[in-house]
């Protein structure tokens, strides 16, 4: 079974300093990893993805993730935060093999100015 | 262009009642799914379409819960016999093709309260 965790309910960091929210997986065989963000009243928005390749992913909005095959982990990370940026994001991953995606419960960013 | 819509946005039900949601994918895409959303939590899985064809019903929680796209765009997810944890956001996405690599398109979701 395909599983996801997000470690942090909630992450604050200062505007202009960078940021890391946490993302492991389990999945058997190779994974599909992706981010979402979510807003207020609004559908979850799609970041990036890693399917195979170069293991640093560059998305939408600065946000970057690096895949770590040993350790399991799809971490999202950004140089430097906006206010911008504060919302609710969420990791998932889909097996090659497997039509669900399956999320983690997410993680709440908040940039103070 | 439109994205993926979803009618009603809210919807209240007593207890017992059925309910049907609404979802209006990208024109053009295959694939279309249907989460549930409960408070503080991610989504998670109900069921997958490919065009018309249900090919994954796995994540349905009971047989209240049943899904339709008969002519391969709009679909609708119906439960019957509401009960109050059926209370959730419905969320539907869908995505260009059948490849599990590709990213979906999410709409706005319906907020399902039930007295």
């Known amino acids: 079974a395909q599983s996801v965790a997000q470690p942090e309910d909630q992450v604050n960091v200062a505007e202009g300093n960078p940021l890391t929210v946490k993302c492991t997986y389990s999945v058997s065989g190779n994974p599909y990893l992706f981010w979402y963000v979510q807003y207020p009243n609004r559908g979850l928005q799609f970041l990036l993805k890693?399917?195979?390749?170069?293991?640093l992913v560059k998305g939408s909005y600065g946000f970057e993730a690096e895949f770590n095959k040993s350790q399991t982990s799809f971490h999202l990370k950004k140089p430097s935060a906006l206010v911008s940026d504060s919302a609710l994001y969420f990791c998932a991953v889909r097996a090659y093999n497997n039509n669900d995606m399956r999320f983690g419960a997410g993680t709440r960013l908040t940039v103070k100015p | 262009g439109a994205g993926v819509s979803q009618s009603p946005r809210y919807k209240v039900a007593k207890r017992g009642q059925d309910v049907a949601l609404r979802c209006d994918p990208i024109?053009?895409?295959?694939?279309l799914f249907w989460y549930q959303q409960a408070l503080g939590q991610g989504p998670e899985f109900l069921t997958y379409?490919?065009?018309?064809?249900?090919?994954?019903k796995s994540g349905l929680p009971s047989d209240r819960f049943f899904a339709e796209r008969p002519e391969g765009s709009v679909s609708t997810l119906k439960i019957q016999r509401t009960q109050q944890e059926d209370s959730a956001v419905y969320l539907c996405a869908s995505s260009t093709s059948s490849g599990r690599a590709e990213e979906q398109f999410f709409g706005p979701g319906t907020r399902l309260t039930v007295l």
């Open positions: 890693y399917i195979t390749g170069d293991n």
């Open positions: 379409f490919q065009n018309e064809a249900q090919l994954d």
């Open positions: 024109s053009g895409h295959v694939s």
